[in-house]
């Protein structure tokens, strides 16, 4: 870990390169470089892995759902090894809202829930895998990708101050995921009112786009 001479400095590099990081649209860039098109007028119009799937092409969604996941443990995992740990959580908060609210598309991003593993498990590792198994036991139970999101995230703060080994900033790392799980919560308004009504596509489903 290197020292900084003005904590400042360190906090407003953790923040804003965490969230410039976090706000690159890997689904929009990686849809039209595969020839896919604009990943936003197809399905749901979501710029996630989910509905990059919804091109029909599992390589590009797969290599979404890596770059989502990967631009949130990168930034959690370089500003941790630079500054410490407080600092991690800060640019892993920080590159999840980027995700949710990217500059670059004019504040309208994913859903975040790509982005919320890789920054839970670059930060708290027991608890993001646990997470993510959570994730794959729903969606395999009930076929739908947001309940199995939201699952995830609601188990989230929990996971982390159940399993979390301690040290400094235990407590930082559960508000993060309580921070990520809200805002999930947030993004999937839609999805909810679905899952109320029984009207959820499953994965692999075609979506109308939204109105």
């Given amino acids: 870990m290197l020292t900084m001479p003005d904590p400042m400095i360190a906090l407003a590099a953790s923040i804003g390169g965490g969230y410039l990081l976090g706000s690159i649209p890997f689904g929009v860039i990686v849809t039209r ?7 936003r007028q197809i399905g749901s119009g979501n710029i996630g892995a989910t509905n990059v799937l919804r091109t029909g092409r599992r390589d590009l969604a797969a290599i979404t759902l890596i770059a989502d996941g990967g631009k949130g443990a990168i930034a959690a995992l370089v500003a941790g090894w630079l500054f410490g740990p407080v600092a991690a959580v800060l640019a892993a908060g920080a590159a999840f809202l980027g995700h949710v609210f990217p500059v670059w ?36 139970l009930f ?7 939201l699952v995830a995230a609601a188990v989230s703060p929990l996971l982390v101050f159940a399993v979390d080994q301690g040290g400094e900033g235990k407590i930082d790392r559960v508000y993060l995921a309580a921070f990520m799980a809200v805002l999930i919560y947030y993004r999937h308004a839609g999805n909810i009112r679905r899952l109320l009504k029984g009207e959820e596509p499953r994965i692999g ?4 786009p939204s109105a």
Avoid: E, H, N
């Fill in 33 to 39: 470089l595969g020839g896919a098109g604009d990943v």
């Fill in 105 to 140: 598309l004019k504040f309208k991003g994913g859903r975040g829930v790509a982005t919320f593993f890789g920054t839970l498990i670059a930060v708290s590792p027991v608890a993001g895998l646990m997470s993510g198994a959570t994730w794959i036991a729903v969606a395999f």
């Fill in 143 to 149: 076929r739908i990708s947001s309940l199995a999101g």
């Fill in 205 to 208: 489903q075609s979506k109308a």
